[in-house]
């Protein structure tokens, strides 16, 4: 089979519900990948980022150009942010008083402080309900859950060859999975899209190369765990020989040697040298 390269793209306007994206990995068996569920705080902060993505650059009747800025004032546990709105005019740059302050306390509770929006705001501030914003981010997973999650399926059935880039060679049950969580979004994608590479010697040669990259990378993170204070042996020797595996399938698929023998031999050195 010809080595193709994967690609998986999450616009960030996509937007799944939790529960059923949920549903589908415990059906799978691995509910172990859903992201923890989210406090009040941190629900709105990540419901207030995907709102306002809405609110970037709007125009008034007049041509005046706005957007909608959110900062901390202050830093302190929990939320509070304020919602300010850039306005461009031909003389230049100006913004305008708090529209409304957004805040979580420590009881979870969900607030929104501020005067009576202006007409040109409202629509600004409405959108901005406080119970809303943490119902939208307590039910709902984002583009980089969404993201977490498919690489976490792609791990250990496909190869990391570059950032957003993996390397399947072979049959892959992972890719049909990622297409199948694609299925569950509400709002956006999760596209995924592959680039069947010929088996000429120079790509096979570049591939094992880009490959080595990765699984050396993986060898000195294993390294960093045995320097642990009371390290896995078990889980760290089970992980190698998973490494040890895909070295193994490169190989024999791509014909060529993977360069990170040398590095194989050190990490084994080190292993051996660790009391357990």
């Known amino acids: 089979m010809h080595p193709r390269l994967i690609k998986v793209a999450i616009p960030k306007i996509t937007l799944a519900d939790r529960d059923r994206v949920s549903n589908w990995l415990r059906s799978q068996g691995k509910e172990g990948l859903m992201p923890k569920d989210r406090t009040t705080a941190d629900a709105m902060r990540v419901a207030i980022a995907y709102v306002l993505r809405d609110w970037q650059t709007w125009k008034g009747a007049d041509g005046t150009a706005y957007k909608a800025i959110a900062a901390a004032p202050t830093e302190q546990k929990g939320l509070m942010l304020d919602i300010n709105v850039q306005v461009r005019k031909p003389d230049g740059v100006q913004y305008s008083e708090t529209v409304c302050r957004l805040s979580s306390d420590t009881e979870d509770v969900p607030h ?78 999760v596209t995924l899209s592959t680039l069947t590479l010929d088996q000429s010697e120079a790509n096979r040669l570049m591939l094992a190369d880009e490959l080595a990259k990765e699984y050396v990378s993986k060898l000195e993170r294993l390294t960093k765990r045995l320097a642990l204070a009371k390290p896995n042996l078990e889980a760290i020797e089970r992980d190698y020989m998973e490494v040890c595996t895909r070295i193994r399938n490169a190989e024999e698929l791509l014909s060529v040697k993977v360069p990170c023998l040398v590095q194989q031999i050190e990490f084994e050195e080190v292993l051996a040298s660790t009391n357990p």
């Not at 984002?142 to 059935?157: K, M, P, Q, V, Y």
């Not at 993996?166 to 979004?185: C, F, K, N």
């Open 112 to 189: 929104r402080i501020g005067l009576t929006p202006t007409y040109a705001f409202e629509q600004l501030y409405r959108a901005l309900e406080p119970w809303a914003l943490k119902d939208l981010g307590t039910a709902h997973l984002f583009d980089a859950d969404l993201r977490n999650i498919a690489e976490d399926l792609l791990e250990g059935s496909v190869d990391k060859l570059w950032k957003g880039v993996w390397l399947s060679l072979g049959e892959a049950a992972a890719l049909e999975e990622v297409a199948t969580l694609g299925t569950l979004v509400c709002a956006g994608s």
